[in-house]
Nanobody, 125 residues
Framework: QVQLEESGGGLVQAGGSLRLSCAAS???????????MGWFRQAPGKEREFVST??????ITDYADSVKGRFTISREKNTVYLQMNSLTPEDTAVYYC?????????????????WGQGTQVTVSS
């Protein structure tokens, strides 16, 4: 059973940076490399939306247009990171990490079978 735990959220001023982490447990590192990973977010009153995804071994990444050039996804060992720079109040949301046992990346929530509890990111103006 894959378990995901996000951390690194918090309150930051506009223009600042945060680094989110998502630690995966319940599987070995070798098994973890067979999972592609994604980050999603949900702002108050809005539906959850895709942010970024990374392939099983990190060779392929994809970003929502709203974060492209500002956010960077990466993975190391059993952890996936989301480096967020030049944050704006529009980035305020609960950020969720997700995993799917598949080679390719996906922007679709339904393709992910495992989810973390989320971490709050608040950007003040």
């Amino acid at each position: 059973q894959v378990q995901l735990e996000e951390s690194g959220g918090g309150l930051v001023q506009a223009g600042g940076s945060l680094r989110l982490s998502c630690a995966a447990s319940g599987l070995t590192f070798t098994t973890f490399t067979s999972y592609s990973m994604g980050w999603f977010r949900q702002a108050p009153g809005k539906e959850r939306e895709f942010v970024s995804t990374i392939s099983t071994r990190g060779g392929i990444t994809d970003y929502a247009d709203s974060v492209k050039g500002r956010f960077t996804i990466s993975r190391e060992k059993n952890t996936v990171y989301l480096q967020m720079n030049s944050l704006t109040p529009e980035d305020t949301a609960v950020y969720y990490c997700a995993a799917r046992s598949a080679l390719g990346t996906s922007r679709l929530e339904a393709r992910y079978g495992y989810w973390g509890q989320g971490t709050q990111v608040t950007v003040s103006s």
